[in-house]
């Protein structure tokens, strides 16, 4: 057993651990406008709100799922802009980004066709108003089934990449148009009513969970890593609504567990774009 001492000091020890891993300690430089950055080849999706300026509900709703899509599209684009400069010490840890957007992918669309979906149809009176593809899978059992880590071959993942990167990206854009539209739905709730009150719950409670729950020590991380503060003139800096501290923690407490994968990812600790960690090299094509 430790004594008081002995446990406070190796809590501190710990702690020191983690934050020399932690994505606030690593050394990032400004992008560059000069070099591809992580909004290609995926255009990022305009927020409703950004556009219009509207705050009802389904407007309000759709922004938000545009922000995390946005973080998925970013993540997207670096994996593709990267892969071709990854050098062989690096291949493991960007496997392991790439397979972490996968996962936050595959997270998103279940967590939209189990939980959000139906009730937002429940809630406007309509069926069938979602349309979904789902190819990226390929991507996934490349990964997965590699021999080596060293195996891993650029020119083999774009191709998948390419093989679904149009449905993929319209998908993206087209959710956000459709999210907005159901607000012209003859059947939509009425602003002020209960059923919008119950509209507005079903989004916040969703758009709540649906990160926290794919994973708080690698999905997390990626997501809040993925997301720019400077977009759309700044006006979803403080998106996710969350306490700093939390949100510092997410970042660098439960970023340090799998600190290597980070250095992809296309915004640094405080959410600001930065150069693309593999394009400083290109020497690596």
Known sequence: MLDAKSGIFFAVFLIAILLSKAPIMMTTSPRSAAKPWADGPCPLVQSPQYVTKKTDIFTT????????????????????LQAPHVSNEDKPEFIGYAQTW????????????????????????????WKETHEEHEFDDYLSNLPEPFDFKATELLRIMNSFQEPFCNHFH??????????????????????????????KTWGKKTVTKAGTFDVVPFFLLNLDVSYEEGMWASWPPMPAPIRWGLVNIAGAYHWGRWKFASCDAAGKPRELYALQFPENK
């Open 174 to 203: 087209n959710e956000i148009a459709t999210i907005v539209s159901l607000g012209l739905l003859p059947t939509a709730p009425k602003p002020g009513s209960p059923e919008a009150e119950q509209a507005a719950a079903v989004f």
């Open 61 to 80: 709703g759709a922004t938000h799922m545009a922000h995390i899509h946005n973080a998925i599209l970013r993540g997207y684009n670096s994996i593709y």
């Open 102 to 129: 996968f996962r936050f992918v595959k997270s998103h669309h279940d967590d939209e066709e189990l939980q959000l979906f139906p009730k937002v149809e429940e809630v406007v009176g309509a069926k069938d108003i």
